[in-house]
């Protein structure tokens, strides 16, 4: 049964475990000491917060983290979709395919630049972007293939890039395979490549629920594409007296956390898949949900838990477990995402009645159970009793199938 977010369950009941972590990536006293020096270095007048040197510091730290050549810091990661997407010079009729199952804010910069977004279904598996459905919609008006690595899960990019050469755009050339990495920081792909590698751009987050974040806001886009990464540049510093810009630019004591938390990004990132690992050992042998793949070298970092319950249960089923988990358990979960279509009315505006019905059964069976790696081991067991308490209980009301 189709679910759209006024379905979402909104229990106001005390949590001992929030919907989802207010913070991802975590601080340590060596973020501390990043901060406190720059702010001592930047007391004088003569001295101020001018940015250049750290954040180009950092620029380069992430290139080489991502095997990128080329990597431009900005204010956030929608900014810096948005930038990307404005260096296509999208034209009437150009369409981008993207995965219908997705953070709003992947969508809404397609159709501010003026590109049509063309939804597309997720696989059932990895529930990123399905290379298998998207090939007939792929049109002689597409211009790029946004690809989502979605709640950590890192896809392969490989079909993609493969897709795009053998169907090019008749003036522009085989679309482009734009990346949003910003759950997937630190991540590696099926190609046992860095998450930041491959494609056209890739767009990173480090707001302050992803796997390393710079004081709650920040982004970076990495290309190997010198050309884009120059007019990124520009375009983030009021167009350095060239083109129309604005300023989406990184402060240096943003930039000088992130180098910290760059330098801790693996270690926080196997703390959290060693988590989810125990999770699933813990709820192994659950009849009634699916519990997320296993996936081994980095290449799922577990942004998000996500499970799936029997399709039986779609809709009011999941919803059900999920007001029960909150009501009794104090264990707060989030759909993490329904499809775009469903749960933004601008979207909803701008897709022409698409509709993704794989998209909408999955996300009508899908919750993500609070997750983070600091929450106390004795307390995770208890978070995965109470999952299995409340799941045997909603099987005797909506049945064992």
């Known amino acids: 049964m189709p679910t759209d977010a006024t379905t979402v369950p909104r229990t106001r009941a005390p949590r001992r475990w929030p919907d989802e972590p207010a913070q991802g990536g975590w601080y340590t006293d060596a973020e501390h000491a990043s901060a406190q020096q720059v702010m001592a270095d930047s007391l004088s007048w003569q001295t101020g917060w001018r940015n250049k040197d750290r954040v180009a510091a950092f620029e380069e730290a992430f290139a080489d983290k991502t095997r990128a050549r080329h990597a431009v810091a900005f204010n956030g990661g929608g900014t810096a979709l948005e930038m990307v997407l404005k260096c296509l010079e999208l034209q009437p009729g150009d369409q981008v395919i993207s995965c219908a199952l997705n953070f709003v804010g992947t969508h809404l910069p397609v159709i501010h630049q003026g590109g049509d977004l063309v939804l597309a279904e997720p696989h059932p598996l990895t529930l990123n972007l399905d290379p298998g459905d998207i090939e007939h919609r792929l049109t002689g008006r ?35 395979v734009i990346v949003d990495a910003a759950r997937a920081c630190g991540g590696t792909t099926p190609a046992s490549l860095p998450v930041g590698a491959e494609g056209w751009a890739t767009t990173f987050s480090f707001e302050t629920k992803k796997l390393m974040t710079t004081f709650g806001q920040g982004g970076m886009v990495t290309t190997g594409d010198a050309r884009l990464a120059h007019r990124l540049r520009r375009l983030r510093t009021y167009g350095l007296s060239q083109e129309w810009g604005t300023n989406q630019q990184l402060s240096k004591i943003q930039a000088a956390v992130g180098l910290t938390q760059l330098a801790r990004l693996d270690e926080m990132n196997a703390a959290r898949i060693s988590r989810a690992h125990e999770r699933t050992r813990l709820l192994d042998g659950i009849e009634h949900l699916t519990l997320p793949p296993k996936f081994h070298d980095g290449q799922h970092l577990y942004y998000r838990y996500n499970l799936l319950v029997p399709p039986s249960w779609a809709g009011p089923g999941r919803d059900a477990l999920m007001e029960l988990l909150a009501d009794q358990y104090g264990l707060g979960s989030i759909v993490n ?59 005797r009301n909506f049945g064992d199938s």
């Open 337 to 395: 995402d329904p499809p775009t279509y469903l749960s933004h009315d601008y979207i909803r505006g701008h897709t022409d009645g698409q509709v993704c019905p794989r998209a909408e059964q999955l996300a009508a069976r899908l919750l993500c159970p609070c997750l983070h790696p600091q929450i106390p081991v004795d307390e995770e067991r208890e978070i995965c009793d109470a999952i299995r308490a409340a799941t045997n209980q909603i099987a």
């Open 142 to 176: 597409t211009r790029a293939i946004l690809v989502t690595h979605w709640n950590g899960l890192g896809a392969d990019l490989r079909p993609f890039l493969d897709l795009a050469q053998r169907h090019p755009h008749p003036h522009h050339g085989p679309p482009v």
